[in-house]
């Protein structure tokens, strides 16, 4: 199902964390998951740069996360 296929693309729709991070820099942004780590959204960044982001998201996540949880209260 359609449905079944969003809900495993979108953590929210499917009811997941919304544990997210959001990377700015000028006037580019970036959005990516943390649980698992996926790239959500961007703007300004070419896909070299958001690739290298995505490697330094996956390589602190867990710090991620804590600081998330922490700032969150969960």
Same mark, same amino acid.
């Given at each position: 199902?359609?449905r079944?296929?969003d809900?495993?693309?979108?953590?929210?729709? =499917?009811? &997941?964390?919304?544990q997210?991070?959001?990377?700015?820099?000028?006037?580019?942004? =970036?959005?990516?998951?943390?649980?698992?780590?996926?790239?959500?959204t961007g703007r300004?960044?070419?896909?070299?740069?958001?690739l290298?982001?995505?490697?330094?998201?996956?390589?602190?996540?867990?710090?991620?996360?804590?600081?998330?949880?922490?700032?969150? &209260?969960?």
């Amino acid at each position: 199902h359609e449905r079944d296929r969003d809900q495993e693309e979108d953590p929210e729709l =499917a009811g &997941g964390s919304l544990q997210d991070v959001g990377i700015e820099r000028e006037d580019k942004t =970036a959005k990516f998951w943390l649980n698992p780590v996926r790239f959500q959204t961007g703007r300004g960044f070419s896909r070299g740069e958001i690739l290298g982001i995505q490697r330094l998201v996956e390589e602190n996540r867990e710090s991620l996360l804590r600081g998330w949880n922490e700032y969150f &209260g969960n």
